[in-house]
């Protein structure tokens, strides 16, 4: 019986250094350890013995059996480590790279610079109330000029060049004529925003543009004054430049507003020092603002008598060039996306 | 336009104000200043200097050694001037002084003799055009003494003003408007220049008359007869105070007359009186196509819309823009006409333009002048004039032909008005002090503030109660107002939807498709459509374009997302750009006269070598736009025949949404592709925003998940190579209810498949949602899928 189990043990050593497969290895603790293994048998027929022997064989028995399962395991490690250390040889790749590229997949996308700024004042000015309104690019002379106060002669005509198109109308010069829609439409009090996109008669260089994009804003209410028009106007430079913004108030003539001003703010590049940017001023002029012209109002049909607003335009094209240092206007219509894709 | 300090200074009293302090209230308050300019800096530095020994030079004919006397030292000088003599006062710029034009003078070598310093010319001090010889200085002057002592009048500062800042403000046009603001920025003391009691010696002759025929062209016109003229160049002073605002000294009689409109801001002009045919002045509208050659030598025909001054025999001037060259005085004249008039600036400011005539007689003109300020312009002309030429004499009084009035304006307002427009407590002294520091006259009666303006503020600058807010505004400093909150209802904005819709794309466009953003010209031009195949004329043109490339307004996108691929294939190998933005069709009319706006989004894929058909690429990004939006029966249709010419007739679809055509998706026609000589392949799309957003949507709804094991089945069947397939998986998909999806999963062409046929294979997936599917229901399922498939003469595989 003893030299049987030694056998058994051998057998079992034996078909566990002949296989390399996985399954292989099952079948062999099927062969020795299974329900009908071979040294399963033994064990089970140690009742048959006699008193003097079982013990000694019973031992013996369970001792190999614990020997073969672990024989199988440790066959089993390392035939998965030699596996995998050879899947992970096959599998190396080249981890220097980027992904490579195929067709149908592309980098990242980039919104236009123009639509992020006019997003973020967008966000600014809806959180504060205010209600975003369009109009048309194309305008009728009324209200581009008219209804602002700007009539057929008035010499502030030929401060904003326009372009006239062959049915009569023209490229709106600025979104203040979204104001008068807006005031058509909205019975005070009311706060508007209209941004887009305003056209100028204008040869083109490195700080001029033929076409560029303003957002216009205007707040009617109630005793509305020009301590309101700065606080706003503080507000929003805060928010854009993510920093209090030094600002000072000029006196600047537009006829739909009155009184009317240039807001300038510090220079961000030198902080009021003077540099190459502000000519030396340590000032950027940045947005004409002002009280609602009555006039304008009443083209409105808003009685200036029970209710008085502000407005104000801002240039969103030199805010992305103060933003971002862009030396050129040229770039944001060029459809360069080497110019796109860095925003 | 720019102004001298010396002449501000003759106006207003400027002591201890420094030139910065002034230009920095000013710019917070009145106008906005370009720079500021010291004029003849090198005078300071200049000494009188005294001859004490001429020598010849060893080495050069024209040359001499010259020894001075500074009196403080003795300095020897190279000089090639000839006027020099022994005993003569001589201007010497020492070592180091940097003189007109930039030239500093050097300790230096000339032909082998030390010179230390130079002896200056006029022209070389920046005092005339003079270079014949150097300037001999009066014989008693003191040695040593800086020669900005001595041409005072020379060294000035000159501070430009920005004009666009000052068009609403007729009375800044001179010296005197911003001698106001001094005075009433400062406290300061003005100073009336014109002297009235010169009025007494005018004649009595009625050797002039003014006829005006048209009192709304030209509300008033004064002249003067003045005789014993003697044309003569300007003394010192006046060439100073020309030069300084950049003007060239002519004469004494232009040069006064430029120098009083400069001064206090009255355009005039001068006739030779013995020019004029006649002794009637008659200022009328110009007869259609009545010729006039003016002081620059161009002859204008002239339209009844011009103003023109005239003698028996015609037009003498152009009113209010330039004389005529007919009646100019020249150096023989001895009898003149001072002119100083008031006309309509509507008038002005088109005839300027008309003739492309901005003179600074129009461009002053053209703001709505004072009338009032004629006779004083007058008096102070005739008062320089005496001050220059004594002899002259004026034999007429002013003959003033006034039919037009100006009309006073009184404002009513109240203290509580301008304190709440402000948003300030401003007291009630401080706006009377100021108020009438700028000159208006007031009177209080409580909170009422009644105000009368001065007449060169009454032109059209100050009408209502608004106007006197700003001048309240300014003078007190917006700077020193607090920012204030106002206080208002607080709640949610009314939305823009369609700018929300707009975002919306744009972010799917950019977030989910990887494109990027580009923004083009609203403007295209006829040889780019051309290339395209695009008949023109369609487009809104402009009257006025740029440039023939930016000549009329776009009716796509595409054109120009064209040229920018055509652009960017230098850069990329690979790129796909978009542009959301609007396009206007002048056939259709929104409002009663403005051309319809749509908004578009169009883009277009490159790629220099595509693995797979571009068109893939732009259907999928239109698919996935289309699904995020939640479009609701969205579909996408082969088109061959009704396409535009830059589409490629075999890789085009139309975008439909509810039966409405909506966009298209197509590549780029190979004639495009060459036009453009573009190196790769494109795809395009072009989808109309106001469609989509119209597009009724899908409710976003919970759908139950299948409680029901689903059944696939692949199945392969013979289809002619043209035929779509996507038509095969309609064909299932109606065949039974218990189709759950219906996709193609691979197409194969070539051997064994006979030519012109391919192999089209199906994942069909069945399901149901009362009970799991029976083995022989599947067979069932099966079996009518193929009969349908055979029907239609797609023969199974």
Not at chain 2, 116 to 122: D, I, K, V
Not at chain 2, 416 to 421: A, E, P, V
Not at chain 2, 749 to 768: R, T, Y
């Amino acid at each position: 019986m003893e030299e049987k189990i030694h056998a058994i043990y051998a057998a079992a050593e034996t078909a566990l250094s002949q296989t390399t497969k996985e399954e292989e290895i099952e079948e062999i603790r099927v062969r020795f350890l299974g329900r009908k293994g071979e040294l399963t048998q033994i064990l089970r027929g140690l009742g048959e013995l006699p008193s003097e022997k079982r013990s000694f064989i019973g031992k013996l028995a369970n001792e190999i059996k614990t020997k073969i399962e672990h024989a199988i395991q440790s066959k089993l490690d390392t035939i998965r480590a030699s596996r995998f250390s050879r899947l992970i040889d096959e599998e190396w790749i080249d981890v220097s790279l980027d992904s490579p590229r195929s067709t149908g997949e592309y980098s990242r996308g980039h919104l236009h610079p123009i639509s992020q700024i006019q997003y973020e004042i967008e966000d600014i000015f809806t959180s504060m109330g205010f209600t975003i309104l369009d109009g048309p690019e194309v305008e009728t002379d009324y209200y581009n000029f008219e209804a602002l106060n700007i009539p057929w002669y008035h010499p502030a005509r030929d401060m904003q060049d326009t372009f006239w198109t062959e049915d009569g109308n023209l490229l709106r010069t600025h979104t203040s004529a979204i104001q008068v829609r807006g005031m058509e439409t909205h019975r005070p009090p009311f706060r508007v925003i209209g941004p887009g996109r305003v056209f100028r008669y204008e040869a083109t260089d490195a700080s001029h543009e033929n076409t560029f994009y303003q957002v216009e804003g205007m707040m009617v209410d109630r005793e509305i004054s020009v301590a309101h028009l700065i606080y706003f106007m503080k507000v929003l430079l805060r928010e854009i430049f993510k920093t209090e913004v030094t600002i000072r108030l000029r006196p600047g003539y537009f006829p739909f507003v009155e009184p009317g001003f240039e807001l300038d703010i510090h220079c961000l590049i030198c902080n009021g020092k003077g540099c190459s940017v502000c000519k030396q001023s340590g000032w950027v002029e940045l947005l004409p603002c002002g009280l609602v012209h009555p006039n304008v109002l009443r083209y409105g049909n808003i009685d200036p008598d029970q209710w008085s607003g502000f407005a104000f335009g801002l240039g969103l094209n030199r805010l992305v060039m103060m933003r971002y240092g862009i030396n050129d206007i040229r770039h944001f219509l060029s459809g360069d996306i080497r110019f796109v894709c860095q925003f | 336009m720019w102004l001298s300090w010396n002449t501000l200074s003759d106006l207003v009293d400027l002591t201890n104000l420094s030139v910065e302090e002034v230009v920095e209230r000013l710019t917070m308050s009145t106008a906005e200043i370009e720079s500021i300019e010291p004029m003849n800096p090198h005078l300071a530095q200049v000494i009188a200097a005294k001859i004490i020994d001429i020598m010849p030079h060893p080495h050069a004919d024209k040359l001499t050694l010259v020894d001075v006397d500074t009196g403080k030292e003795k300095v020897r000088i190279v000089c090639g001037a000839p006027n020099h003599k022994k005993g003569d006062i001589v201007a010497l710029a020492p070592c180091g002084t940097t003189l007109k034009e930039g030239f500093t003078v050097h300790k230096t070598k000339i032909r082998g003799e030390e010179s230390c310093g130079m002896l200056c010319s006029e022209k070389e001090l920046g005092l005339s055009d003079d270079h014949s010889g150097i300037i001999i200085l009066p014989p008693h002057t003191q040695l040593g003494k800086p020669l900005n002592e001595i041409f005072k009048e020379w060294y000035d500062v000159r501070i430009e003003i920005d004009n666009k800042s000052i068009t609403h403000r007729p009375d800044l046009w001179c010296h005197e408007g911003f001698a106001r603001e001094i005075a009433a920025l400062f406290g300061r003391k003005l100073i009336d220049p014109v002297d009235y009691s010169i009025e007494k010696s005018f004649g009595k002759s009625d050797a002039l008359a003014v006829v005006i025929e048209n009192g709304d062209a030209a509300p008033r016109y004064c002249g003067l007869y003045v005789k014993n003229i003697n044309i003569a160049p300007s003394p010192s002073w006046l060439k100073a105070r020309i030069t300084a605002i950049g003007m060239r000294p002519i004469n004494n009689i232009v040069d006064i007359t430029n120098y009083v409109m400069s001064e206090i801001g009255e355009p005039m002009h001068a006739f030779d009186r013995k020019k004029l045919r006649g002794n009637t002045i008659i200022v009328r509208m110009a007869r259609d196509g009545e010729p006039i050659t003016t002081l620059d030598g161009n002859t204008h025909v002239l339209s009844k819309d011009d103003i023109v001054i005239a003698d028996a025999g015609g037009p003498i001037a152009l009113a209010g823009v330039m004389g005529g060259g007919e009646s100019e005085i020249d150096d023989s004249t001895q009898e003149i006409v001072l002119e100083a008039a008031n006309f309509n600036p509507i008038h002005i400011r088109r005839t300027a333009g008309r003739y492309n005539l901005r003179t600074e007689a129009a461009i002053r003109f053209e703001k709505s002048l004072d009338p009032e300020l004629c006779p004083r312009a007058i008096i102070r002309c005739y008062q320089l004039i005496k001050e220059i030429i004594p002899q002259a004499e004026a034999i007429t009084s002013i003959v003033d032909a006034y039919p037009k009035k100006l009309k006073k304006i009184s404002i009513t307002t109240s203290f509580s008005f301008i304190r709440r427009k402000l948003g300030t407590n401003i007291s009630n002294s401080e706006i009377c002090n100021i108020l009438k520091s700028l000159q208006f006259t007031i009177t209080e009666s409580g909170d009422t503030l009644s105000i009368e303006v001065p007449s060169f503020r009454a032109t059209k600058d100050i009408s209502i109660p608004d106007d006197i807010v700003e001048e309240v505004g300014r003078i007190h400093g917006y700077d020193n107002i607090e920012p204030k909150a106002p206080l208002v209802p607080c709640a949610p904005p009314e939305k823009n939807e369609k700018r929300a819709f707009e975002r919306l794309i744009k972010d799917i466009m950019v977030k989910d498709n990887h494109l990027i953003e580009v923004s083009n010209y609203s403007f295209v031009g006829e040889a780019q459509l051309k290339k395209l195949g695009l008949s023109s004329d369609k487009e809104l043109k402009l009257k006025n374009p740029l440039s023939m490339e930016q000549d009329r307004l776009r009716r796509s996108l595409l054109p120009n997302l064209f040229n920018n691929a055509a652009l960017n294939q230098r850069f990329r190998d690979e790129f796909q750009i978009f542009e959301l933005g609007r396009v206007y069709l002048k056939d259709d009319k929104q409002s009663p006269n403005l051309a319809q706006e749509k908004t578009f989004v169009a883009g277009i894929v490159y790629a220099r070598k595509p693995s797979t058909p571009l068109y893939y690429r732009a259907r999928q990004i239109i698919s996935l736009l289309l699904s995020k939006l939640n479009i609701k029966n969205f579909h996408i249709i082969p088109e061959t025949t009704s396409l535009p010419p830059y589409a490629h007739p075999g890789r085009s679809a139309i975008v439909r949404a509810m039966d409405k055509e909506i966009g298209l998706i197509g590549e780029l026609h190979p004639a495009t592709i060459e036009a453009l000589d573009m190196k790769g392949h494109g795809a395009f799309f072009d989808l109309d925003v106001d469609a989509l957003m119209a597009a009724e949507k899908l409710p976003q709804k919970f759908t139950e998940l299948p409680r029901f094991p689903e059944v696939p089945f692949e199945v392969s069947v013979l289809a002619p190579s043209r035929e779509y397939a996507a038509n095969l998986c309609d064909i299932v998909r109606a065949s039974t209810q218990l189709v759950r999806s219906c996709e193609i999963i691979s197409i194969y062409e070539g051997a064994p498949i006979p030519l012109g046929k391919k192999s089209v294979s199906l994942k069909v997936v069945f399901g149901s949602n009362e009970k799991t599917l029976e083995p022989s229901q599947i067979d069932e399922l099966q079996k009518t899928v193929i009969a349908a498939l055979e029907k239609n003469g797609y023969a199974l595989r």
